[in-house]
Each structure stands twice: as C-alpha cells, then as structure tokens.
C-alpha cells in the first residue's frame, strides 16, 4: 500500500473512531438523567418547532444540553411533539421527554362547579380559571349548566366547557325525568328543573333534599304558594349573586315574577343551577304529607304537616333566633 492510501486510512480509522465515541456520547447524553430535582411543568405553545421546545426545555431546567434532544426529536420516527402543558418528572431523560411530548399526556386540569351556583356567577368562575382561552360565549339558560368537576387541559375554549355543561345538565334531565315518579305533579323537565334550583338553595344538608322537595310538591297540588325566600332573593339580584343583607319584610311584599309569596306556582325559570341530588330529589320525592319547613337553628330544618304544628316550629325558631332589627321573621 503506498503511502497516500495509507494516510487516508489512517483518517478514515480515526472518523471512524471519532464517529463511534460521538455515537456513544450520543447514546449515553440520551439516556442519561436531567438536572432537574423535582417535576417541572412546562406549557409549549402550539406552533413551537423542535428548535423552540429544545430552549424552552433547557430554560425550564428539564434538559442539561438541548443538542441531543434536537437531533434525536428531528429525526427519530414516532410522531410530531404535541403542543400542551406538559409535567415532566425529576429527572426526566431527554428520551423520557420525547416520549410524553409524542404521548400527548399532557397535564389535566380541574374546574368545580359548586351546586346553586347562577349562570353569571358560573360563567364569572370561566373567567377567572386560569389555563381555559378564548373569550365567553353568550350568557346560556339559567339553570342549564351541570354543576360538577370538569377536566379540561390547557388552551381548551371556554365556550367548549360551557357546552360541556349544558349536554350534561341536558342528559342527566332527560334520563331522571323518563323515570320520574308516576305521582310527580310537573308537566315538563324545565319545570322540574325549576323546582330543583329552589331545593338546591333551600338546604346545605344533602339528606334533606328529597323532603324538601316533597313539600314543595305537596303544595303545588294543593295549590298553595311555594314562598320560598331563595326566590325572593333572585328577584332582588336577578342572579348576579348573593344578598348582602337579610331578607325583610317588605322583600317579602316586593313585587316581582319570582317572588313566590305573591305568585303562584313556579317562578318563570330556574333560581341557579341545581346539582344531579337535588334534580332526583324533585323527580324521585320521598312519601310525605309535610307542607312546611322551617330552620331549626343548626343548619337544618324542622318540618310540619299542618299549620298549627309549623306555628309552634316557627315561635321556637324566633326564640332561637332573636336579633334585633326589622328582620322578615
């Protein structure tokens, strides 16, 4: 072999030792552990190419040297990397950094609805919940939103989780109001809906629902008003939110649609939006002949099925209960 062919094998052994060692250092910086110590969450923005997630990664503390990542992300079959927000584990090599932004697992996200809520102050709650985008859809139907805890991940529309709402508000009523009790005195689901934001708003005491809800429904057969004074009060605020002062009596004597003392039946539409207990305590009542309730000072109620009995409730509530001032007991 003459001595020109001898160096050009020379180098090309030493590209080929050169290439081998940086195939190792390859392989080992893809394996090796992160420099982080605890899970980190990072959000990449939809758009961001390989290069982009690369120096968010770095900035964030997931990666020691983006390099790697680069390479093995711009080529490596597998997938794209997906947009999101994504929590990466103490640690994380930029192999396991590949994987979960090729997943798509990103982070999930949770907004609770609680029971009783009104419409403005649900979609108040849309507003203020960081990770939702986009702006508010229109204000929906009282009463029309499920009270629940939604998932979401971040970027999804708020317009999107208020139709999650409303088709979950839409099939729970469907589905109590085809098994309704037979002796449920309402002629559409709207107005049992109706009648359950009243239930949800009378009592905090979960095993009180299904009694209330009877005696609301007694008195609708019998044909006496509902005076109810969560009504009242959504008369006084049109939902906007709570009363700041105590009902008097002259709220009570205030003219308007949803002042049950002075209408009869039901309100025109719902006072909140009831949660799923309080809709299958309306449509699924307990057997009662009860017509009144009234507090009985420890957060829960004392009921009656007659006049005289729910007089004698009452002056044991005032004697409990006095304040001074022109309250409406």
């Known amino acids: 072999m003459g001595r020109p062919l001898k160096i050009v094998a020379a180098i090309v052994a030493l590209l080929a030792a050169a290439g081998?060692?940086?195939a190792a250092w390859g392989l080992s910086a893809y394996i090796r552990p992160g420099p982080s110590t605890a899970s980190i969450t990072v959000i990449i923005e939809r758009g961001t190419g390989i290069d982009g997630i690369?120096?968010?990664l770095h900035r964030a503390g997931v990666l020691a040297e983006p390099l790697v990542f680069r390479l093995v992300a711009r080529w490596a079959s597998g997938g794209p990397l997906?947009?999101?927000e994504y929590e990466f584990a103490a640690a994380i090599t930029p192999k396991g950094a590949i994987e979960l932004l090729k997943s798509g697992r990103?982070?999930?996200r949770r907004l609770t609805v609680v029971e009783g809520l009104t419409v403005p102050e649900v979609m108040a709650l849309l507003g203020r919940a960081d990770g939702l985008s986009g702006a508010l859809p229109p204000l929906p139907p009282e009463g029309s939103l499920l009270p629940e805890?939604?998932?979401?991940?971040?970027?999804?529309?708020?317009?999107?989780?208020?139709?999650?709402?409303?088709?979950?508000?839409?099939?729970?009523?469907d589905n109590l109001w085809r098994n309704r009790s037979p002796m449920v005195p309402l002629m559409t689901p709207g107005q049992a809906v109706i009648l359950a934001s009243i239930v949800e708003k009378e009592t905090a005491k979960p095993a009180e629902r299904p009694r209330i809800a009877a005696v609301f429904l007694n008195r609708l057969k019998r044909n006496m008003r509902l005076q109810s004074d969560p009504t009242v009060v959504y008369g006084l605020t049109q939902g906007a939110g709570p009363l700041s002062r105590a009902l008097t009596r002259a709220d009570l004597k205030q003219p308007s649609p949803y002042n049950t003392y002075l209408i009869d039946g039901l309100p025109p539409t719902p006072i909140g939006n009831p949660g799923g207990a309080s809709l299958e305590a309306v449509m699924r009542p307990?057997?009662?002949?009860?017509?009144?309730?009234?507090?009985?000072?420890?957060g829960g109620h004392v009921f009656a099925a007659t006049l005289e009995?729910?007089?004698k409730n009452v002056a044991k509530w005032r004697q409990f209960n006095k304040t001074p001032g022109d309250g409406k007991q």
């Open 54 to 56: 690369a120096r968010t």
């Open 106 to 108: 990103t982070v999930v």
């Open 20 to 22: 081998g060692g940086l």
């Open 309 to 311: 009995e729910h007089n």
């Open 149 to 173: 805890t939604y998932h979401f991940s971040y970027g999804d529309k708020r317009e999107h989780l208020v139709r999650r709402m409303q088709d979950a508000m839409r099939a729970l009523v």
């Open 82 to 84: 997906k947009a999101g």
């Open 286 to 298: 307990v057997a009662t002949e009860d017509l009144y309730f009234v507090a009985d000072g420890s």
